[in-house]
């Protein structure tokens, strides 16, 4: 196992991420996290999963035309990561910033693997990684994530239902033996990567108040460094500032 993955960074900033399966409300939580440092102050960095400019185009393509393999969806991934680890990480953690991932490497773990990937294979992939101060999963059953989806829009998501895999034609039975194997997966990387976990089914106030307490422990004793955004790299597009 690539010791990075279990060892904590050295850089002034704090880096905290979200997982969970689609629906899970994490995303939803994130965003208010977010702004709730920014109204305490704090100078927030937010990326997202799959959102690099330098790979996206290629994903969305690929997706639409439903021709990636499982190994090949995971190395576009990586790549998309990679992209914005260097770049959009790194870079304001070493100025002493808060960095909010809606999704980590713990996603490639989860989605991959859950597509046939090897997960040793996977977790080499990601050897260059490191180790967030706070990686939150937010946990549901699959009959209240495919409520949550289907209530927010019209329809299931090829992918996200593991269509690719032929499980089933029908979509949601095929959503949830998908979903069930990610499940799985998350599950088992608690113990793995120490990963906190919150109840998901709760009420939003709830899950806000529970996050933002784990969150205030991990600040205790942070001073953050005067922004110097002078010294930091043009960031791509999908990074925001909150206090832009």
Not at 182 to 207: R, T
Not at 208 to 237: C, D, H, M, S, V
Request: charged fraction near 25%.
């Amino acid at each position: 196992m690539p010791a990075h993955l279990h060892k904590r960074h050295d850089y002034p900033g704090k880096l905290i991420i979200v997982e969970g399966i689609d629906g899970s409300g994490k995303s939803t939580q994130l965003d208010l996290l977010h702004t709730w440092l920014n109204a305490e102050g704090y100078s927030v960095f937010f990326t997202e999963w799959n959102s690099s400019a330098l790979i996206k185009d290629t994903t969305k393509l690929g997706k639409k035309k439903k021709i990636l393999t499982p190994t090949t969806f995971s190395l576009l991934h990586c790549i998309d990561f990679a992209d914005r680890f260097y770049n959009a990480i790194i870079p304001p953690l070493k100025a002493g910033m808060i960095v909010l991932c809606d999704r980590y490497i713990y996603t490639a773990f989860a989605r991959d693997a859950a597509r046939g990937c090897d997960k040793d294979w996977l977790r080499s992939l990601y050897s260059y990684a490191v180790r967030p101060d706070m990686a939150m999963l937010f946990r549901v059953d699959l009959a209240t994530s495919l409520k949550r989806i289907k209530a927010g829009r019209a329809e299931i998501k090829y992918h996200e239902a593991g269509m690719d895999l032929n499980l089933s034609p029908d979509i949601e039975e095929s959503f949830r033996l998908f979903q069930g194997r990610v499940v799985v997966n998350y599950d088992a990387m608690i113990e793995e990567f120490g990963l906190s976990a919150i109840d998901g089914a709760q009420d939003i106030d709830s899950q806000q108040k529970e996050f933002r307490k784990a969150i205030k422990k991990i600040l205790k004793g942070y001073k953050q460094k005067p922004l110097l955004t002078q010294n930091l790299p043009p960031l791509p597009e999908e990074v925001v500032y909150a206090g832009q």
